[in-house]
């Protein structure tokens, strides 16, 4: 009964249930309420907001120690939104007050936000009426599908908790530029099994100061973008509808 008194948090992820950035998340939010964790059974980075059909939806309780407590958390079979949604319709005794998805390695700006499950899981959330929040960490492409330990989550973290560390931060908007880049599959034949690859483009040298990519890249401070699920373009809707009912 105690824990159903807390601030109920539900934390989860797109790395998977055995990502370090997870439970230094875990951590951290601890002190700010109970906090219920469910994330992918496994690695499910750049799902974005899907709801794949072919998911098992299967959940399994594990335990995990988080400041020398020991935590029951949840896997789920099915992607970062998937979890979000098993874990408020099944597991959680209660509907979160906020859910976080991160810690993720590596960063999530720019135009391709979308792609990311971190957002992804962020963004059912939101639609679902609930405060989200997603977090990721600026790291080495080598360390975007790995459980490396050799990535210090501890600002990241903090950030996650609270927005008032020593490094310097800024609120910023979304760059329009494609941060990361596809780059050709590495193989002979279209018979060969192959995925198409990315690596940081350099379009975003001469970005604008107020977005999330000149932050992080330029002025090297932590970006905290507002993002909403409304994707309807800023345009004059009344105008549009006039260009397009004209004849010819």
């Not at 800024?170 to 990361?180: A, D, H, K």
């Given at each position: 009964?105690?824990n159903?008194?807390?601030?109920q ?36 980075s ?12 299967i ?30 319709l ?7 007050e ?6 993720n ?14 957002v ?49 931060w ?11 880049e ?51 373009s ?8 006039a ?6």
């Open positions: 009964m105690e159903n008194k807390k601030r948090i539900l934390l989860t992820n797109d790395d998977g249930i055995r990502s370090p950035g997870l439970w230094a998340a875990a951590a951290a939010l601890s002190t700010l309420g109970y906090v219920h964790v469910a994330a992918p059974r496994e690695q499910y750049g799902a974005g907001r899907s709801l794949p059909s072919n998911s098992d939806g959940i399994h309780m594990q335990e995990v120690v988080v400041n020398d407590q020991c935590w029951p958390v949840y896997s789920v079979g099915g992607s970062p939104a998937q979890a979000v949604l098993h874990a408020v099944e597991i959680m005794p209660q509907r979160p906020l859910v976080v998805s991160g810690i390695y590596g960063e999530n700006v720019g135009s391709g936000v979308t792609v990311s499950g971190t992804g899981a962020a963004m059912e959330a939101a639609s679902n009426g609930i405060s989200a929040l997603a977090v990721s960490l600026e790291t080495d492409l080598a360390h975007h599908m790995s459980y490396s330990t050799d990535v210090d989550f501890s600002a990241a973290a903090h950030f996650t908790a609270s927005a008032t560390a020593e490094t310097p800024q609120v910023t908007r979304l760059s329009m530029r494609r941060y990361f596809a780059v050709p599959v590495p193989r002979r034949s279209w018979d060969e099994p192959g995925s198409v690859g990315y690596r940081v483009g350099d379009d975003w040298r001469d970005d604008d100061p107020d977005t999330d990519v000149y932050a992080l890249r330029l002025s090297r401070t932590v970006s905290l973008t507002p993002l909403s699920l409304d994707l309807t800023r345009v004059n809707l009344a105008e549009l509808e260009q397009l009912r004209q004849p010819g």
